[in-house]
């Protein structure tokens, strides 16, 4: 569906070019620009109501989606992970699952034994509330955090590790630890040191089956928290697949238009692997959503390429004379566009 690039990274500015990622495969279904966007959803309803979170799963992947995620804040609800996958086994469903752990490391450590992938928080895995005053200074504070850090998701990347499991960093913009917060603000840089914190980790441990995704409801900090964390993944020459999300986009046509925007926006420029539309209704509305930007995503993959002298290097912000910049270079390509983007500009000085 999708088209691979073939590692060259130089930013495209007519062309769909999709960024080149590792494949990391969850149960059975694998990840990575090698392979189609994968959809997926989210369940709303507790891990021990086996019986409904079962049926809800058999729903979902009915009607294509490829992975399930279910939200675990205890030991006891990450326990209820494996009921539910020994039952979908049972009924001949091989949907991968996927945990979502806040603030307790004991139900991650529970989950990892029960399903295919673990997503975490960065914010509240290993950091501590409110413990700035047992340190003389920032600095020391700052640093014993990181060392916390190294410690406590060192160990627990082993235990992934040795059970086979995929990861997620799932960094979100409402909740970076206060170490992050004092240092870098509530920003899309501090969601980025976030994630690099623990990217670090992992790879000091050598474990590569990880994926990232950068959330907020802001969808201008979404966005740019992905796009500064890209170019700095690209630089550093680490292609883990990225899964993108607005989070609690809301319902309705708002939260459509919310996510589309948000997800969209970042799929046509070649970035994203996996996708879940947060809707604030049931995980099956969720779901023709994301396959619609994912077929939209398919078929721009496959229209005739223009062309044009030069190049333009990526950025992860656009300034507004690079759009013009952006314009020309259409005009350029081919004259049939002209007038459309003639017409934009013309749309937008009227803003």
């Known amino acids: 569906m999708q088209n691979p690039t073939n590692g060259d990274e130089r930013f495209d500015a007519l062309n769909y070019c999709r960024r080149t990622t590792k494949t990391v495969t969850i149960g059975g279904i694998p990840l990575g620009s090698l392979h189609p966007l994968r959809i997926q959803t989210m369940a709303n309803v507790s891990t021990n109501e086996v019986e409904q979170a079962v049926a809800q799963t058999l729903r979902v992947a009915a009607v294509g989606c490829d992975y399930m995620r279910f939200t675990a804040q205890g030991v006891r609800e990450a326990t209820a992970l494996g009921e539910i996958h020994r039952a979908l086994r049972q009924a001949d469903c091989s949907l991968p699952l996927v945990a979502d752990i806040h603030f307790n490391p004991q139900a991650a450590y529970e989950a990892l034994k029960h399903v295919e992938k673990v997503r975490i928080n960065p914010g509240n895995f290993a950091d501590r509330k409110g413990d700035r005053a047992q340190y003389t200074s920032d600095e020391e504070w700052y640093q014993a955090g990181a060392k916390r850090v190294r410690e406590l998701f060192g160990a627990f990347v082993e235990e992934a590790k040795a059970l086979g499991r995929t990861l997620r960093l799932g960094i979100n913009?409402?909740?970076?630890?206060?170490?992050?917060?004092?240092?870098?603000?509530?920003?899309?840089?501090?969601?980025?040191?976030?994630?690099?914190?623990?990217l670090s980790v992992a790879q000091a441990h050598q474990f590569e089956a990880i994926v990232i995704s950068m959330k907020s409801s802001n969808v201008q900090v979404m966005t740019q928290a992905v796009r500064l964390l890209v170019a700095r993944l690209d630089a550093e020459g680490w292609n883990y697949p990225l899964h993108l999300g607005v989070t609690e986009a809301g319902e309705g046509e708002d939260g459509r238009i919310k996510s589309a925007v948000g997800i969209g926006s970042l799929l046509l420029d070649g970035i994203g692997d996996t996708l879940r539309v947060s809707l604030s209704e049931a995980p099956e509305a969720e779901l023709p959503v994301a396959q619609r930007l994912a077929q939209y995503v398919g078929q721009r993959a496959l229209t005739p390429k223009l062309s044009y002298a030069g190049h333009y290097t990526y950025v992860p912000f656009m300034l507004p004379e690079q759009r013009v910049l952006l314009w020309q270079i259409a005009m350029e390509a081919t004259p049939s566009l002209k007038y459309w983007f003639s017409e934009l500009e013309g749309a937008e000085r009227k803003l």
């Open 173 to 198: 913009h409402g909740s970076l630890s206060e170490r992050m917060l004092h240092r870098w603000g509530n920003t899309p840089e501090g969601m980025v040191e976030s994630c690099w914190e623990y």
